[in-house]
């Protein structure tokens, strides 16, 4: 079964920390760009970051850049993302998403159940 | 402006046809755009449905219906989603996305879907 399975949210002060991990399952997780994709609550989608295949090449969202790192581990088939200097706007459900360009396109053809970080003293 | 707008909320009936627009800002032409189309349910992972260029270029997702299609309407600069003989089921939230300068992604604001 293809599957994504976030981790690691929840409850942080803000200015804080918190790393967010995604693992694959069920496909080559190798080849795939990965994303993150995270929602506020009772919000729409808003992109994050994408890392390629390799990790060779990252790009984010200019108003997070600085803030959040983007990162990843073939050989544990998982995607990072390091939250810092949190705010309370960010707070979301955090959905790691993947595609893998020859074959589907750049369409995010996988995506994870998300986790929630939330930012609040 | 948002690159991408869509309308906060769509009411169709079961068996009819919906149709969901995106509109693209004024400075980027739908015409050389790929959009993509993306379904959001309760409790279920966002499901990848469609992506759209032009009728020669368009590709269906994995298991995706064909109810569920894509087109576009030039004169509004719009990008749309239509889903035909609607079910209880199509009930959900969706949302376009597209690549913006290139390595860059970017959402619509989606549209909640209510099928009574």
């Known amino acids: 079964e293809v599957q994504l399975v976030e981790s690691g949210g929840g409850l942080v002060q803000p200015g804080g920390s918190l790393r967010l991990s995604c693992v694959g399952s069920g496909f080559s997780f190798s080849s795939y760009w990965m994303s993150w994709v995270r929602q506020a609550p009772g919000k729409g989608l808003e992109w994050v970051a994408n890392?390629?295949?390799?990790?060779?090449?990252?790009y984010y969202v200019d108003s997070l850049k600085g803030r959040f790192t983007i990162s990843r581990d073939n050989a544990k088939n998982s995607l990072y993302l390091q939250l810092n200097s949190l705010r309370a706007e960010d707070t979301a459900v955090y959905y790691c998403a993947g595609f893998w360009p020859p074959v589907t396109g750049y369409a995010l053809t996988i995506w994870g159940q998300g986790t929630m970080v939330t930012v609040s003293s | 402006q948002a690159v991408l707008t869509q309308p906060a909320s769509l009411s169709a009936s079961p068996g009819a046809s919906a149709s969901l627009t995106c509109t693209l800002r004024s400075d980027i032409d739908v015409d050389t755009s790929r959009i993509y189309w993306y379904q959001q349910k309760p409790g279920s992972p966002l499901q990848y449905l469609l992506n759209y260029k032009s009728d020669s270029d368009k590709r269906q997702g994995s298991g995706v219906p064909s109810r569920f299609s894509g087109s576009k309407d030039a004169s509004a600069n719009a990008g749309i989603l239509l889903i035909s003989g609607l079910q209880s089921e199509d009930e959900a939230d969706y949302y376009c996305?597209?690549?913006?300068?290139?390595?860059?992604?970017?959402f619509g604001g989606g549209t909640k879907l209510t099928v009574l």
């Open positions: 890392i390629k295949e390799d990790g060779s090449d990252k």
């Open positions: 996305m597209m690549w913006h300068k290139t390595s860059y992604v970017v």
